[in-house]
C-alpha cells in the first residue's frame, strides 16, 4: 500500500531525524548517535539501513549519502543533512528535517481524515437505509398478504 508506506517511512525519518539531532546536540559521538536512533525505528528495513549507513559512516562516507543510498530517506531530509555535514551545523539541519517531516505527516493525516468523512457519512446512510428497509418491508409485506 504505497501511501501508508510512505507515511510510515515519513514518521520513521521524523524519529531518526529528530533522535540524532538531540543525540548529536548532546555530544554523543556520530557513530554511536546512529545506532541510538536506529533503534527508534520501527520500520524493520529502515533500521537495517540506518546500520548499514553507521558502517559506511565508520570507513568514511558521508553521512548523507550512506543514508541516501538505501532509498528509504526523502531526499529533502537528506540535502539537509549533507548542508549541515558541509556547514558543521548538522544538529541543526537535523532538527530542521525533523521538523519538516513532521509538518508533512500532519498535513498528510489532515488529507486523509478530509477523504475519511465523506465515506462515513455515505457508510452512515447506507445504515440508516437498511435499518428502514427492514423495518418497511414487514410492512409491505403484510399489505400484499391482505390483498
Not at 508506506?5 to 525519518?13: A, E, I, M
Not at 559506511?56 to 540535502?79: C, D, H, M, W
Not at 537535523?94 to 465523506?118: K, V
Not at 418491508?137 to 399489505?143: G, Y
Request: net charge neutral; glycine share 6%; aromatic share 4%.
Amino acid at each position: 500500500m504505497p501511501a501508508i508506506g510512505r507515511f510510515v517511512r515519513g514518521v520513521n525519518t521524523a524519529r531518526f531525524s529528530r533522535t540524532l539531532s538531540i543525540l548529536a546536540a548532546s555530544g554523543v559521538p556520530v557513530l554511536e548517535a546512529l545506532r541510538i536512533a536506529g533503534q527508534v525505528v520501527s520500520n524493520l528495513p529502515m533500521r537495517e539501513a540506518v546500520k548499514q549507513a553507521a558502517h559506511k559512516v565508520r570507513e568514511g562516507a558521508p553521512l548523507a549519502r550512506s543514508l541516501e543510498q538505501s532509498g528509504y530517506f526523502p531526499p529533502i531530509t537528506v540535502n539537509l543533512i549533507a548542508s549541515g555535514e558541509v556547514s558543521g551545523n548538522l544538529e541543526e539541519m537535523l532538527e530542521r528535517a525533523a521538523t519538516n517531516q513532521e509538518r508533512e505527516q500532519e498535513t498528510q493525516i489532515s488529507f486523509m481524515m478530509s477523504m475519511l468523512e465523506p465515506v462515513l457519512i455515505i457508510i452512515m446512510g447506507m445504515v440508516v437505509l437498511f435499518i428502514v428497509l427492514a423495518t418497511l418491508l414487514p410492512i409491505f409485506n403484510m399489505n400484499q398478504l391482505i390483498r
